[in-house]
Each structure stands twice: as C-alpha cells, then as structure tokens.
C-alpha cells in the first residue's frame, strides 16, 4: 500500500468514525480535513438518525392506507423501513448506488369509509380503488397489467352501472370502475397475506351497507359537478377549453352535450388523440404559437440590427460576433415563418390563445408588415 492510499484508508476511518459518533484520530494533513468535513458528517448522522424509522412517500401511503382500513388499531400492521425501496430497487434492477425514484404517476379514488353526519353528507360510495375513464395511469403494476382494458377483459374491475332509486336516476357510472375479488386476489395477495379479511365484500360493494346513504353520496358528487361545471358556463371560460374538456363540462353541468350523453361514441371519440389533434381548437394553438414565435425572431432581428448600426459600439459586435448573430437570427426568422414551422409543431402544447390578448398580437403582426 503506497503512502496516499493509507493517508485515504486514514481518512475514511475517521470519516466513519465521526458519522458513528465516535471521536477522531487525525493528524496533520488529515486533521485539516477532518475540521472542514466535521460539522457535514455530523449533519449525516443526525440525518440517519431521523430517518432510521422514516417510510419512504410510497410505503407511507401503504402504512397510512392500512391505518385507515383496519379497525382496530392493535392490529395495524406496521411496514419494515426500507423495504418496498429495496424492492422498487430490485424490480427496476437499478445499482446501490442509484436513486429510487417514486414519482406520483396515478390518482386513484379511494374509499371515505365515515357515516354521514350533520351537516355533511356521506361521500361513502367508492371501494378502496376506482378507475375512471378518460384516461388514467396506474402504477406498481407491469405495463400491460396497468392497461385499463386488460382489467376490465380479466374481470379485475367492474363498473357502476346507472339505476332507478325512488323514481330518480342515480349516475352511479360517474364513479367508473371499481375493483373486484379477482384484483384483490391477484395484486394485493403480494402485499396482504389475507386480502379479504382487510377488504370485506361490503368494503367493496359499499351500496350493501347502506343503499340509501350510497345514493345521496352519489348525488353529492354529482351535484358538486354540475355546480363547479356551471360556473365554467356561466363565465365564459367553456369557450376556452379543449374540445374533449367542453363536452365534459356541458355534461357535468346539463347532463348532455348537444344532445348527446356521456356514452355516446361522438363523445368518446373526442378524448382520443387523433381527434384533438386534427381539432379546430388544437391547430388555433398551433397557429398562434407560430405567430408568437415569429414575432419574437423579428424582434430579434431588430434589435441586433440596431446593435450593429451603433458606431461606438462597433468593437463589442465584433467581439460578440454580431454580424454571425445577426444572420442566424434571420435565418430563424425564415425558419418560423414556414410552413413546415406549424407542421413540425404538431405534438407540442402550441400556444394560448389569451383572448383578451389575441387582437394586441394581430395589431403588432399588421404594424411589424
């Protein structure tokens, strides 16, 4: 072993000696950086003290979610620490010294277990997981497994089909699809040694507990739709939202859109890709977008030729190159100003149109030609 690589075996043990607590044994050199590294390592190990019983974001959702259903609070089960990132680590089969990213990749509805009270109705009509349509993502499953159709061919959910309650009809299809037996089976058996015994039948099936309370929480979601909906009406800002998003609206607040509900093919068709795209709403963005941008490289343009044309200024444009500047801003003025410009747009968020905005935007185009 050379002399360097004592003096680095030298300082790792202490390094790891301050991080356990313990005291140093530094000299010279490495005293001097023992001193500048003490008060870091100190912050280290406070650090893993703290988190020494601290759940990660995922497998504090588990604990929290497993506090909420289990009843008595004796037998809440309590997650090792680590463990689910471990095994996220091994799944994606990422190195030690890679980090375990969990990002939020799905909303999933979940259940409000609690009776009404007074003053506030009962929310109480979802099971532990819903799926509801337009679109969704689903994580902690393989790619094809969190394919909502593979769910529904396989029997893995289930939907909620509308029904007559006392002469009325209650939308209990706004709540989409929820889980069966054969999800729990499948996918939480992996968590849950006894997946039934912590989602009973009437957990999954909330309307056997009580079909009436089931009812007025349905028609609780419901009427928070149409009012939120409405206000959209009522403020013009429908006129603003994608096309997919204006039929939504109109449906949550009017129960139809143009005559057509929320089954209608017409309707669904209009959350698919290909039909936002070739949408007028979309190609406005496009357009738009374009015409900023122009707008922007013109003004580029300007400024630089107005550089250049200062006298006293003439050393600094050299230095800064402002004559090649000056030509790539034209030539990404001509760029933007083409055709091919909107084509290669297609796929991007475009541009908002900011309506009060938009007639101050075709002013300065007329004035800048």
Same mark, same amino acid.
């Given at each position: 072993?050379?002399?360097?690589?004592?003096?680095?075996?030298?300082?790792?043990?202490?390094? &790891?000696?301050?991080?356990?607590? #313990?005291?140093?044994?530094?000299?010279?050199?490495?005293?001097?950086?023992?001193?500048?590294?003490?008060?870091?390592?100190?912050?280290?190990?406070?650090?893993?003290?703290?988190?020494?019983?601290?759940?990660?974001?995922?497998?504090?959702?588990?604990?929290?979610?497993?506090?909420?259903?289990?009843?008595?609070?004796?037998?809440?089960?309590?997650?090792?620490?680590?463990? !689910?990132?471990?095994?996220?680590?091994?799944?994606?089969?990422?190195?030690?010294?890679?980090?375990?990213?969990?990002?939020?990749?799905?909303?999933?509805?979940?259940?409000?277990?609690?009776?009404?009270?007074?003053?506030?109705?009962?929310?109480?009509?979802?099971?532990?997981?819903?799926?509801?349509?337009?679109?969704?993502?689903?994580?902690?499953?393989?790619?094809?497994?969190?394919?909502?159709?593979?769910?529904?061919?396989?029997?893995?959910?289930?939907?909620?089909?509308?029904?007559?309650?006392?002469?009325?009809?209650?939308?209990?299809?706004?709540?989409?699809?929820?889980?069966?037996?054969?999800?729990?089976?499948?996918?939480?058996? &992996?968590?849950?040694?006894?997946?039934?015994?912590? !989602?009973?039948?009437?957990?999954?099936?909330?309307?056997?507990?009580?079909?009436?309370? !089931?009812?007025?929480?349905?028609?609780?979601?419901?009427?928070? #739709?149409?009012?939120?909906?409405?206000?959209?009406?009522?403020?013009?800002?429908?006129?603003?939202?994608?096309?997919?998003?204006?039929?939504?609206?109109?449906?949550?607040?009017?129960?139809?859109?143009?005559?057509?509900?929320?089954?209608?093919?017409?309707?669904?068709?209009?959350?698919?890709?290909?039909?936002?795209?070739?949408?007028?709403?979309?190609?406005?963005?496009?357009?738009? &977008?374009?015409?900023?941008?122009?707008?922007?490289?013109?003004?580029?343009?300007?400024?630089? #030729?107005? !550089?250049?044309?200062?006298?006293?200024?003439?050393?600094?444009?050299?230095?800064?190159?402002?004559?090649?500047?000056?030509?790539?801003? &034209?030539?990404?003025?001509?760029?933007?100003?083409?055709?091919?410009?909107?084509?290669?747009?297609?796929?991007?968020?475009?541009?908002?149109?900011?309506?009060?905005?938009?007639?101050?935007?075709?002013?300065?185009?007329?004035?800048?030609?």
């Amino acid at each position: 072993m050379t002399a360097e690589d004592r003096q680095k075996l030298h300082l790792y043990i202490n390094f &790891k000696l301050i991080s356990s607590g #313990q005291p140093s044994c530094g000299t010279g050199a490495t005293a001097e950086l023992i001193e500048i590294a003490h008060d870091l390592l100190l912050i280290y190990r406070e650090k893993n003290r703290l988190l020494s019983s601290y759940h990660c974001p995922v497998d504090r959702r588990i604990q929290d979610f497993l506090g909420r259903y289990v009843e008595d609070p004796d037998r809440i089960p309590t997650l090792p620490f680590q463990s !689910f990132m471990m095994g996220a680590r091994f799944h994606r089969k990422l190195p030690l010294d890679t980090r375990v990213c969990n990002p939020v990749d799905a909303v999933l509805t979940g259940r409000r277990n609690n009776p009404p009270e007074p003053g506030i109705r009962p929310l109480a009509v979802y099971n532990p997981i819903h799926y509801q349509e337009l679109p969704e993502i689903w994580a902690r499953l393989t790619e094809h497994e969190r394919e909502p159709g593979y769910l529904i061919s396989n029997g893995y959910l289930e939907p909620l089909e509308d029904f007559e309650y006392r002469g009325r009809t209650i939308l209990a299809s706004r709540l989409g699809y929820r889980i069966t037996e054969r999800f729990l089976a499948h996918f939480l058996g &992996k968590i849950f040694d006894n997946p039934r015994a912590v !989602f009973t039948s009437a957990i999954l099936r909330p309307e056997s507990q009580n079909l009436e309370v !089931f009812v007025d929480g349905i028609e609780n979601i419901c009427e928070a #739709q149409e009012r939120v909906a409405r206000r959209y009406l009522e403020d013009g800002s429908i006129e603003d939202a994608c096309p997919p998003l204006k039929a939504l609206i109109h449906i949550m607040a009017e129960g139809h859109y143009q005559g057509r509900r929320i089954q209608d093919p017409a309707i669904r068709g209009r959350f698919s890709r290909h039909a936002l795209l070739e949408s007028d709403w979309y190609q406005e963005r496009l357009e738009v &977008k374009q015409q900023r941008d122009i707008h922007l490289a013109r003004r580029m343009v300007l400024n630089l #030729q107005q !550089f250049l044309e200062l006298r006293h200024y003439a050393d600094e444009a050299d230095r800064l190159d402002g004559a090649p500047r000056l030509d790539r801003a &034209k030539a990404h003025l001509a760029r933007v100003q083409e055709l091919a410009y909107l084509d290669a747009l297609v796929g991007t968020l475009g541009a908002d149109p900011l309506r009060p905005a938009r007639e101050t935007l075709v002013e300065a185009e007329r004035q800048a030609v």
